[in-house]
């Protein structure tokens, strides 16, 4: 154990002469690049929670803004099981996880026992399942509840290189399976829950796979992508259900960086050490942050507060490199940078915009829902995506005012819409507590 409560072994990564926090070498933005987001050569990937960057954005990106039960569907799968997660989209493979055999029926949770935790493989191009993988949930796992059914138990999105996917699912630990569907290792990570259960999705960085157990055992833990053993931990990351961001500072730095209660943290990638730290919101975080242009921009907390910070920093940065905090945010809901702006739907059914220099607002508008909003804005081309949760997904110009230009609805699928949307090429993904769906234009071009 060394001092600040790491716990460090040492890692085999190919990009460590690279990774020192205090460098300014010239190849760290390619390699960042190279390794983190476009990390195994397919332009159409969306390999983790909130895509490339973790910004939820596709700005090339040319899709349909209307469909129905029979528009501009490619293809639609049917679930084995429920879920809060988002697909992702690595090469012409698509996984996801849900969960089945327990939580199901709001009048009849039925056994812990019988839980089974799944990650799916799907073909990209016709939505054919290749092969669907379980293991039990550990006998640790909360019991089911009014507020825990809300949710699930498969609400954190995988991350995928291309040679292996990776599944968090709280106390069961986090679960690696090869291409093929081989398991190749399970790691725990915690015995511990609260509230609705997990959240934080895993990120990947070379040969570690980042997770923020902040639920199950207030630890960051940076995990070997081969076998799964501990390169480090961080403790001491309390009441933190975001997923961590790893942003570049404008001189190249590399900052993994955790929003919870009360502070936000910069960590070193490769060994755990705090870059920096600034007084953040005080109270329990779920959004993940955003970066664009060495700026990281966080929102949480029940009183919705925002803040920006200027990365690069080194201890506490609360006086020199805050940028500015603000009371307006998001309890849930996690936001895009467009062109200067801040985008948000906000839990409470509530669409947002904001400056990103100063926090001043653009609009707000109240959104066609009176339910709640788990899923998170996407940004593709032109336009916005914002899930609710029993009214579809609506449309928005990208526009210093609320103009809407499509609600679009599933008729003949009445289950909730808790997940992100993934964008793949020109093609949304989305998925229901019943089925996967490709939406993509039928006549492109017309």
Known sequence: MTGGGIKLMTPSHPMQPFMNTRTKNHLLPALFVSLSFTSFGFSNDWAQFRGPHGNATAADATLPTEWNDTKNIAWKTELPGRGASSPIVVGDRIYLTAYSGYGIDPDDFGQKSDLRLHVLCFDRSSGKKIWDQSVAAHPDTQKCSRRVIDHGYATSTPVADGETVFAFFGQTGVVAYSRDGKKLWQTRVGSQSAGFGTASSPVLLGDLVYVNASIESKTLFALNRKTGDIAWQRDGINRSWSTPCLARSKD??????????????SYDPLTGKTIWSCRGIPDYIVPVPVF?????????????????????????????????????GANVTSPVFVDGKIYWSSDKGI??????????????????????????????????????RDQGVVVLDIADSYQVVAQNRFQQDDSLLNASPAISGNSILIRSDRFLYCIQESNPGR
């Open 292 to 328: 664009h242009d060495g700026i990281i921009y966080c929102l949480g907390g029940r009183s919705n507060r925002s803040l920006a910070i200027r990365l690069g920093g080194e201890g506490d940065v609360s006086e020199t490199h805050k940028l500015w905090d603000k009371p307006i």
């Open 252 to 265: 190249g730095r590399i900052e993994l960086v955790v929003n919870q209660i009360d502070v936000v943290n």
């Open 351 to 388: 669409m947002n915009c904001i400056t990103a220099d100063s926090c001043e607002e653009v609009y707000r508008n109240r959104l066609p829902t009176k339910k709640r909003i788990y899923a998170s804005i996407v940004r593709g081309g032109k336009h916005l995506y914002v899930t609710t």
